[in-house]
């Protein structure tokens, strides 16, 4: 790539000088952002850094305080989400928002079917579509209905959405945070035949491996300004991590000090036969231990912490907690029994979007605050929202903001927050750094290991296998809904791991 930056005829975005402010906080202070024709661009911050915020203004969904946006050379303002798409700059959100009850085809075409008269000429938008998904290799029957597919190939609809508009510049949020590593191969095989076609990505992610395989720039944000622009060659993956959390981070782990002891939680034979789920999953759980769930999208390892967690029913089997079998009829008994569960699709099933933080911190254990006369304690609510905020380093102008206006990394730490105040004896967590930066990825693990250091119990469904090889004690592996093994973290590797999860496909 020339690095002649000088010439502005190369550039097909930029946002200048762009500020954005909300009661209470400057979401955006002078940022800027220049997208060469044809280039993968990384956006990078830590979570409230602003990058959403900025994307936003770039779609008229905020309008913005100062700053110009110059598309093509000329200055745009789009007042509309649907303007920016008609003028050529797409998004694919990490949150698909798609009709799930209609088919692929209507999902790509809504709102503009092609028409034959008066009615929607159904032959040409399913030919357009097939045209689409042949141009990007993705092998789908347009008359599916969208409800029936995996979150990886709902995300594949969405990119062949974007190219349908003619896409000149589309902005990929989290875009593998969902993804195997077969299927993030094939998005970057998608990636790069858009490159050839000259269109630009904007890539926000915060998985430093991705963004030094496939883009070409990056661009820095922290607390709303731009820090630096550098061409990836040029800058290393810890420099990147300094200038995002401007703190130098040397190790992505903390060290770990906690010793696991004695058995807490006891599965045996476990199975739920719902959809069909799990079968025979048997393992030990050691007070103090911190258990990783490996395996690949629909090993059924989130339908192993649910059925754990009485959210899905158990058929065969049994639990046992300290030693004596436990029958959760429902959620709420293995709440009151020291079980808690952070999900992994925190904006369906996570948080109260409408409420404010404090409201999302204390739902989950609302009779601590109840007084002798029935009354709410407010002074305990307000001590405990602070914890929250505070021990999670929660980015937010107050405890009463909504939830909802607070990036998806700020939501999850309120979320695990939440469940810490319940002070669980065994920690259920799925997924719980999806879409999180470096900076707070390292915070939660050092909650995890703080609380296996108290004896507690953590079990962590993840699919980074670097998160589980840097921060676990063992690691379960599922396939196909069955135990495919269990491996000291110490003395096991990505291969073998991958082997394992491999071993009933």
């Given at each position: 790539?020339?690095?002649?930056t000088?010439?502005?005829d190369?550039?097909?975005?930029?946002?200048?000088?762009?500020?954005?402010?909300?009661?209470?906080?400057?979401?955006?202070?002078?940022?800027?952002?220049?997208?060469?024709?044809?280039?993968?661009?990384?956006?990078?911050?830590?979570?409230?850094?602003?990058?959403?915020?900025?994307?936003?203004?770039?779609?008229?969904?905020?309008?913005?305080?100062?700053?110009?946006?110059?598309?093509e050379?000329?200055?745009?303002?789009f007042?509309s989400?649907?303007?920016?798409?008609?003028n050529?700059?797409?998004?694919?959100?990490?949150?698909?928002?798609?009709?799930?009850?209609?088919?692929?085809?209507?999902?790509?075409?809504?709102?503009?079917?092609?028409?034959?008269?008066?009615?929607?000429?159904?032959?040409?938008?399913?030919?357009?579509?097939?045209?689409?998904?042949?141009?990007?290799?993705?092998?789908?029957?347009?008359?599916?209905?969208?409800g029936?597919?995996?979150?990886?190939?709902?995300?594949?609809?969405e990119?062949?959405?974007?190219?349908?508009?003619?896409?000149?510049?589309?902005?990929?949020?989290?875009?593998?945070?969902?993804?195997t590593e077969?299927?993030?191969?094939?998005?970057?095989?998608?990636?790069?035949?858009?490159?050839?076609?000259?269109?630009?990505?904007?890539?926000?992610?915060?998985?430093?491996?991705?963004?030094?395989?496939?883009?070409?720039?990056?661009?820095?944000?922290?607390?709303?300004?731009?820090?630096?622009?550098?061409?990836?060659?040029?800058?290393?993956?810890?420099?990147?991590?300094?200038?995002?959390?401007?703190?130098?981070?040397?190790?992505?782990?903390?060290?770990?000090h906690?010793?696991?002891?004695?058995?807490?939680?006891?599965?045996?034979?476990l199975?739920?036969?719902?959809?069909?789920?799990?079968?025979d999953v048997?393992?030990?759980?050691?007070?103090?231990?911190?258990?990783?769930?490996?395996?690949?999208?629909?090993?059924?390892?989130?339908?192993l912490?649910?059925?754990?967690?009485?959210?899905?029913?158990?058929?065969?089997?049994?639990?046992?907690?300290?030693?004596?079998?436990?029958?959760?009829?429902?959620?709420?008994?293995?709440?009151?029994?020291?079980?808690?569960?952070?999900?992994?699709?925190?904006?369906?099933?996570?948080?109260?979007?409408?409420?404010?933080?404090?409201?999302?911190?204390?739902?989950?254990?609302?009779?601590?605050?109840?007084?002798?006369?029935?009354?709410?304690?407010?002074?305990?609510?307000?001590?405990?929202?602070?914890?929250?905020v505070?021990?999670?380093?929660?980015?937010?102008?107050?405890?009463?903001?909504?939830?909802?206006?607070?990036?998806?990394?700020?939501?999850?730490?309120?979320?695990?927050?939440?469940?810490?105040?319940?002070?669980?004896?065994?920690l259920?967590l799925?997924?719980?750094?999806?879409?999180?930066?470096?900076?707070?990825?390292?915070?939660?693990?050092?909650?995890m290991?703080?609380?296996a250091?108290?004896?507690?119990?953590?079990?962590?469904?993840?699919?980074?296998m670097?998160?589980?090889?840097?921060?676990?004690d063992?690691?379960?592996?599922?396939s196909?809904?069955?135990?495919?093994g269990?491996?000291?973290?110490?003395?096991?590797?990505?291969?073998?791991?991958?082997?394992?999860?491999?071993?009933?496909?």
């Open positions: 790539m020339n690095n002649d000088t010439q502005k190369k550039y097909l975005l930029e946002m200048l000088n762009v500020s954005k402010e909300f009661p209470g906080v400057k979401a955006l202070d002078g940022v800027n952002l220049r997208i060469r024709k044809g280039s993968v661009h990384a956006l990078m911050g830590e979570n409230g850094a602003g990058k959403s915020t900025l994307m936003k203004c770039l779609f008229g969904i905020y309008h913005m305080d100062e700053g110009q946006i110059l598309f050379e000329k200055p745009v303002n007042t989400s649907r303007n920016a798409l008609d050529g700059v797409s998004m694919v959100h990490q949150e698909l928002n798609q009709v799930r009850t209609t088919r692929i085809m209507d999902n790509i075409w809504l709102g503009r079917f092609p028409m034959k008269g008066l009615f929607v000429d159904e032959e040409k938008m399913y030919q357009d579509t097939l045209q689409i998904f042949k141009d990007l290799d993705i092998n789908l029957d347009p008359r599916q209905k969208i029936s597919l995996p979150v990886s190939e709902s995300q594949m609809v990119i062949a959405k974007a190219v349908s508009y003619n896409s000149k510049i589309i902005v990929m949020d989290e875009p593998t945070s969902s993804l077969n299927e993030v191969a094939h998005l970057f095989k998608i990636i790069k035949s858009l490159q050839e076609r000259q269109v630009s990505i904007i890539y926000i992610s915060h998985k430093m491996e991705e963004i030094a395989q496939i883009c070409d720039e990056v661009t820095i944000m922290r607390d709303g300004k731009w820090i630096d622009t550098k061409f990836i060659k040029d800058i290393t993956t810890d420099e990147i991590i300094n200038l995002m959390v401007g703190r130098d981070l040397t190790h992505r782990f903390p060290p770990k906690n010793k696991p002891g004695e058995v807490i939680l006891k599965v045996e034979n199975t739920a036969l719902y959809q069909p789920s799990i079968k048997s393992f030990d759980l050691r007070k103090g231990e911190i258990l990783g769930v490996a395996g690949l999208v629909g090993a059924k390892r989130t339908d912490v649910e059925a754990i967690f009485a959210e899905r029913q158990v058929s065969e089997g049994r639990i046992e907690l300290h030693g004596k079998e436990v029958k959760f009829k429902n959620p709420e008994e293995a709440i009151k029994n020291g079980l808690a569960l952070v999900t992994e699709e925190r904006r369906v099933t996570g948080i109260f979007p409408n409420q404010d933080i404090s409201f999302n911190s204390i739902i989950a254990n609302l009779n601590k605050y109840v007084t002798k006369i029935r009354f709410l304690d407010e002074d305990k609510i307000l001590e405990d929202t602070n914890w929250v505070d021990s999670m380093r929660v980015k937010t102008p107050s405890n009463k903001t909504r939830i909802m206006s607070l990036s998806g990394g700020n939501q999850q730490k309120v979320i695990i927050g939440r469940w810490l105040l319940t002070e669980p004896d065994v259920l799925d997924e719980p750094t999806r879409g999180i930066d470096v900076g707070a990825k390292y915070d939660i693990y050092q909650l290991i703080d609380l250091s108290k004896d507690k119990a953590v079990i962590m469904v993840s699919s980074e670097p998160e589980l090889l840097g921060i676990t063992r690691i379960l592996v599922m196909n809904g069955r135990l495919a269990i491996v000291e973290t110490a003395t096991t590797n990505q291969e073998e791991i991958l082997k394992l999860s491999a071993k009933y496909l």
